[in-house]
């Protein structure tokens, strides 16, 4: 089942901070974050594995609740840089095979 | 630097024609996948492997097929290509170590089918 992405798009201005969420009915073995800038192929972020987990690098951080079925991506103080596409690839039984949510549409403007 | 090469970067074909998608992964990686990307419905999966000569239908199979004959190479075939599958086409690779993975994904082929 596809997971559930919210939300499809939002415009930032830089130094601003975005939410994205990635929800879904069943319980996840691990959840996935890529970003893709246009025209170029969808780049790793990060992965989550365990219910209450957080995780995160520079001013691109991520969640997953206790129950493992929703992640949040956290972007503070956005930069031009962090304009692009992010998905959220969801795995449920542990084989590598991910579901992606359609993607949310960050655009940061100066 | 895991390393995923796509024959094509714009491909134009006619309906009714065979097509080939070629990918190769340099890291020895067990798993390949292939995906289709189209606006507003995300990266759909459509066939992938685990390993040599094995395949695993994804979530939208319907008129390709694929083909998996060296490790470091993953062919998806149209056999009659129509126009509902022009698309971007992404392939994408993983070590195959069980869970918690990296996917590394291809520049992508983006598909006319006229």
């Known amino acids: 089942q596809q997971p559930v992405q919210s939300p499809q798009a939002v415009i930032l201005r830089e130094g601003e901070d975005a939410v994205i969420n990635c929800s879904s009915s069943?319980?996840?073995?691990?959840v996935h974050w890529y970003r893709q800038k246009h025209g170029e192929a969808p780049v790793f972020l990060m992965i989550?594995?365990?219910?209450?987990e957080q995780k995160g690098h520079d001013k691109i951080s991520a969640s997953f609740n206790e129950k493992k079925q929703q992640s949040s991506l956290y972007l503070t103080a956005s930069q031009l840089s962090y304009s692009g596409t992010y998905f959220c690839?969801?795995?449920?039984?542990?084989?590598?095979?991910?579901?992606f949510g359609t993607g949310t549409r960050l655009t940061i403007i100066p | 630097d895991v390393k995923v090469t796509q024959s094509s970067r714009y491909l134009v074909k006619r309906t009714g024609e065979k097509v080939f998608l070629e990918c190769v992964q340099d890291?020895?990686?067990?798993?390949m996948f292939w995906y289709r990307q189209d606006p507003g419905l995300g990266l759909r999966l459509i066939y992938f492997?685990?390993?040599?000569?094995?395949?695993e239908k994804g979530d939208i199979p319907e008129g390709y097929s694929v083909s998996r004959e060296k490790k470091e190479r993953f062919s998806l075939i149209l056999e009659s290509a129509s126009t509902n599958q022009t698309s971007m086409y992404l392939c994408?690779?993983?070590?195959?170590?069980?869970?918690?993975?990296?996917?590394?994904f291809g520049p992508g082929t983006r598909l006319l089918v006229l």
């Open positions: 994408a690779s993983s070590s195959g170590q069980g869970g918690q993975e990296t996917q590394y």
């Open positions: 492997s685990y390993d040599v000569k094995m395949k």
């Open positions: 890291m020895d990686h067990e798993n």
């Open positions: 069943k319980a996840l073995y691990s």
């Open positions: 989550l594995l365990k219910g209450g």
């Open positions: 690839g969801t795995e449920f039984g542990g084989n590598e095979k991910l579901t």
